[in-house]
C-alpha cells in the first residue's frame, strides 16, 4: 500500500461514484486532496470576452466548496491553491513525500498539455501518476470497435451500442479520506482573486455542487421518469439542467444512467434522457478521435473550402443582443444573464449565426464556452461543428 496519495480533483467533483477517489483511498494510508485553480482558465481571449466568465466561475467555486465540505465531514480536507497545477501538484507531492498522484484524465488539447507537463514535472521528483478515464459511460475496451474507427455519424453509434451496451460499474462513496497531519488548507478565492469583478454577475443562477445535482436527478426521477411521463422536449439532459452538475462532474453520466434505467425499469418506451447521454458519449469520442480538429473553422471533416467572415461589427451585435431578429437577440441576453439557454434556444443561437450571418462559428462556440454554465468542451464544440456543417452528423 502506497503511503501518500496526492488526489487532484478536475472535473469530478464529487465524491460519489468517483473511480479515481476511491482508488486512491483504497491504495494509500493517507490522500491529501487539493483542487488548482488556474488563472490561465479566466483570461480573455482574443474576441475580448473571458474564457470562463463570471457566471461560470461563480458556480465552479460553489461546487469547490460544496466539496470541501463534504470531504470535511469525511474526516479529510481539500487543499485550496491558485495558479498553474502542473507546477503546483508536483510541488505539492514533492512536498509532503508523495508516492503517487492520482487524478482523471481530460481529453481536450490544453488539459492534456497540462497533464503532460505535471508528468514531466513529477519525475523529476520520482512520483508516478496514475490517470483514470472517468468522462464516459463506457470504458474504451467495451467500444463495439476502436475509437479510430469511430462511427460517422451519430445513429450508428447508437445502434452499435444497443445490443451490447457495458456501462461501467458504480464505485463505492469512501467512508473516511485520511488526511496527513501536517497539511495548509489554504482558502476557496472570490471573483476577484481569479481577476473577475463580482458586478459582472448580473442575478442568481443554479447553485454549484454534488448534493443539488443529486437532487436534481431525484426530483427529474419522481416527476417523470416514475410518472412514465414523457419531458416536454427531446433534451431533458440540458433543459433540467443536469448537464450544469455534470459538467464539473458534480454527478457522473453513469451514475444518472443507472439511476433512470433502475426507475424505468417498468416503462415500454426509453426515455430521452438516456438518447441524451449516449450522443453526449459519442462527442467526447469524437474528441478523443479529432483532438485540436474540432476547434478549427474547417472542423472535424476537414471542410477547407468553407470560408467565413470574420465581421466583428456583425459578431458584436450577435452578442450583445442587438441583431435584426428579436427572438435571437431574447435569447441571447437571457444566456448572458443567466449562462442557460434551453438546447433548442442554442440552436437557434447558433443557426442565426451561422447561415444569416455567415460568421466564423468558433466565434460563437467560444461564446458560448464563456458563458454556459454546463459547458464541455466535447458537447459545445460537437454540436457547434454539426451545426456549421464541418462535423460529424
Not at 465552479?60 to 495558479?83: F, S
Not at 448580473?202 to 454549484?208: D, I, K, L
Not at 441583431?323 to 442554442?346: C, H, P, S, V
Not at 444569416?356 to 466535447?378: C, K, P, Q, R, V
Amino acid at each position: 500500500m502506497a503511503r501518500r496519495i496526492i488526489y487532484w480533483f478536475r472535473n469530478d467533483l464529487r465524491l460519489k461514484d468517483n473511480q479515481a477517489l476511491f482508488s486512491a483511498v483504497d491504495a494509500a494510508d493517507e490522500i491529501l486532496p487539493v483542487y488548482v485553480f488556474d488563472p490561465r482558465q479566466f483570461e480573455k481571449t482574443k474576441l475580448g470576452f473571458r474564457r470562463t466568465g463570471a457566471l461560470r466561475a461563480r458556480f465552479l467555486i460553489e461546487a469547490v466548496a460544496e466539496l470541501r465540505e463534504n470531504i470535511r465531514q469525511k474526516g479529510g480536507d481539500l487543499l485550496i491553491r491558485i495558479g498553474k497545477p502542473e507546477e503546483i501538484v508536483a510541488k505539492l507531492a514533492e512536498n509532503y513525500n508523495a508516492d503517487y498522484v492520482y487524478t482523471s484524465k481530460e481529453i481536450a488539447p490544453q488539459e492534456t498539455r497540462i497533464e503532460s507537463s505535471l508528468s514531466k514535472n513529477l519525475k523529476t521528483a520520482n512520483v508516478d501518476i496514475r490517470l483514470f478515464w472517468m468522462d464516459t459511460m463506457i470504458n474504451a475496451f467495451d467500444l463495439p470497435f476502436p475509437v479510430s474507427k469511430l462511427p460517422t455519424g451519430f445513429p450508428e453509434f447508437e445502434r452499435l451500442l444497443s445490443n451490447d451496451l457495458k456501462i461501467k460499474e458504480q464505485f463505492q462513496t469512501p467512508e473516511r479520506v485520511p488526511l496527513p497531519a501536517d497539511m495548509e488548507a489554504g482558502y476557496i478565492p472570490g471573483l476577484p482573486e481569479l481577476g473577475i469583478d463580482p458586478n459582472e454577475i448580473p442575478v442568481a443562477s443554479s447553485p454549484g455542487g454534488e448534493i443539488h445535482a443529486l437532487a436534481a436527478l431525484k426530483e427529474y426521477i419522481e416527476q417523470y421518469v416514475k410518472k412514465d411521463i414523457s419531458y416536454p422536449t427531446a433534451e431533458p439532459l440540458t433543459d433540467t439542467r443536469l448537464s450544469d452538475w455534470l459538467s464539473l462532474g458534480c454527478i457522473s453520466a453513469s451514475y444518472i444512467y443507472r439511476s433512470v434505467k433502475t426507475a424505468q425499469s417498468h416503462a415500454v418506451t426509453e426515455d430521452a434522457i438516456i438518447t441524451n447521454l449516449l450522443r453526449r458519449e459519442y462527442l467526447h469520442w469524437t474528441l478523443l478521435r479529432f483532438g485540436p480538429r474540432m476547434f478549427k473553422p474547417s472542423g472535424v471533416k476537414h471542410h477547407f473550402n468553407r470560408r467565413w467572415k470574420n465581421d466583428n461589427a456583425a459578431f458584436e451585435k450577435w452578442i450583445n443582443g442587438q441583431t435584426d431578429d428579436q427572438t435571437i437577440n431574447n435569447i441571447i441576453q437571457k444566456l448572458t444573464a443567466t449562462g442557460f439557454i434551453t438546447a433548442a434556444e442554442r440552436e437557434a443561437a447558433a443557426r442565426y449565426l451561422v447561415d444569416d450571418l455567415d460568421i466564423n462559428w468558433t466565434w460563437g462556440a467560444m461564446y458560448f464556452e464563456s458563458l454556459l454554465l454546463d459547458y464541455e468542451a466535447s458537447v459545445n464544440w460537437g454540436r457547434w461543428n454539426t451545426l456549421a456543417g464541418v462535423g460529424e452528423d
